[in-house]
Nanobody
Framework: QVQLVESGGGLVQAGGSLRLSCAAS????????MGWFRRAPGKEREFVAT????????IYADSVKGRFTCSRDNAKNTVYLQMDSLKPEDTAVYYC??????????????WGQGTQVTVSS
């Protein structure tokens, strides 16, 4: 049983940066791959990034590649999403998830409540 809580969202101008954090409960954090997904208004949930158990391997959606960086600190039970060069189309609710490393949301068993990111033009 894993509980995930996202934080760090907010309002930022285009070209700016935000760093999202996802804090996990329990002592089994390091046994899970972690993923970031987002849901824009009126759209389906979209894959953003995933990171393996050790944090040594990451995969990014083409839409964020080169701008976003996913990392994790297993000692702090926390995964991060550093978002740079933000665009208005990045506006969405961002969710972290725990499970098997995958671009598919169905492969993640646990989900956070989401944090809002709004990028103004």
């Amino acid at each position: 049983q894993v509980q995930l809580v996202e934080s760090g969202g907010g309002l930022v101008q285009a070209g700016g940066s935000l760093r999202l954090s996802c804090a996990a409960s329990g002592r089994s954090f390091s046994t899970y791959a972690m993923g970031w997904f987002r849901r824009a208004p009126g759209k389906e949930r979209e894959f953003v990034a995933t990171i393996n158990r050790s944090g040594k391997s990451t995969i990014y959606a083409d839409s964020v590649k080169g701008r976003f960086t996913c990392s994790r600190d297993n000692a702090k039970n926390t995964v991060y999403l550093q978002m740079d060069s933000l665009k208005p189309e990045d506006t969405a609710v961002y969710y972290c998830a725990a499970g098997g490393a995958s671009t598919l949301s169905s492969m993640y068993a646990y989900w956070g409540q989401g944090t809002q990111v709004t990028v103004s033009s």
